[in-house]
T-cell receptor
Framework: NAGVTQTPKFQVLKTGQSMTLQCAQD?????MYWYRQDPGMGLRLIYY???????DKGEVPNGYNVSRLNKREFSLRLESAAPSQTSVYFC?????????????FGSGTRLTVV | AQSVAQPEDQVNVAEGNPLTVKCTYS??????LFWYVQYPNRGLQFLLK??????LVKGSYGFEAEFNKSQTSFHLKKPSALVSDSALYFC?????????????FGTGTQLKVEL
């Protein structure tokens, strides 16, 4: 089925460890996004990419880096994980040439940093 | 800047009763408005959107939302709630004039439908 695929689904890290969250979409969308979801705070934008080769900071970029490897893939890297980065991470994509297009979300990565 | 507020953390409704989940927004230009639903351990799923035209928008699973420009609101409604509607609901806004590609989400409202 077409959509947004995230890996892994679950991950436990020790403080200071690094990891990369992978995201791929097969809908030929231009824009891709990384959000984190925390109780009572909704979804907050970490980074986004309006097109292949470009990335921009969102609301909460500190402690993260991203790579838009090609049109399909957008990865999120934690260089030195901290307990404050315990969260559920969602990747999304959108086709912005269509007026008012919304987002398609992946199923999420539940990350725990101990 | 664009923002959206969901004033209720939780809404409780009896099955068969009408439900309303509230959302107000703030944008500089014209708004594109969205509702998404999240079931436990799942990603967000699109329910409906307002772009232009009729103020009453119909979406998936019998949900509808009413756009009110004067009150800057976009409340989600359903005439008869089902237990299976229990989930986390997010309102989102995109400034059609100035917001670029980004959606801004509210903090979410937990809907609980009881027998």
């Amino acid at each position: 089925n077409a959509g947004v695929t995230q890996t892994p689904k679950f991950q436990v890290l020790k403080t200071g460890q690094s990891m990369t969250l992978q995201c791929a979409q097969d809908m030929n969308h231009n824009s891709m996004y990384w959000y984190r979801q925390d109780p009572g705070m909704g979804l907050r934008l970490i980074y986004y990419s309006a097109s292949e080769g470009t990335t921009d900071k969102g609301e909460v970029p500190n402690g993260y880096n991203v790579s838009r490897l090609n049109k399909r893939e957008f990865s999120l890297r934690l260089e030195s994980a901290a307990p404050s980065q315990t969260s559920v991470y969602f990747c999304a994509s959108s086709e912005d040439r269509e007026v008012g297009y919304g987002y398609t979300f992946g199923s999420g990565t539940r990350l725990t940093v101990v | 800047a664009q923002s959206v507020a969901q004033p209720e953390d939780q809404v409780n409704v009896a099955e068969g009763n009408p439900l309303t989940v509230k959302c107000t927004y703030s944008v500089s230009g014209n708004p594109y408005l969205f509702w998404y639903v999240q079931y436990p351990n799942r990603g967000l799923q699109f329910l409906l959107k307002y772009i232009t035209g009729d103020n009453l928008v119909k979406g998936s699973y019998g949900f509808e939302a009413e756009f009110n420009k004067s009150q800057t609101s976009f409340h989600l409604k359903k005439p008869s709630a089902l237990v299976s509607d229990s989930a986390l609901y997010f309102c989102a806004v995109r400034d059609a004039t100035w917001g670029g590609n980004k959606l801004t989400f509210g903090t979410g409202t937990q809907l609980k439908v009881e027998l």
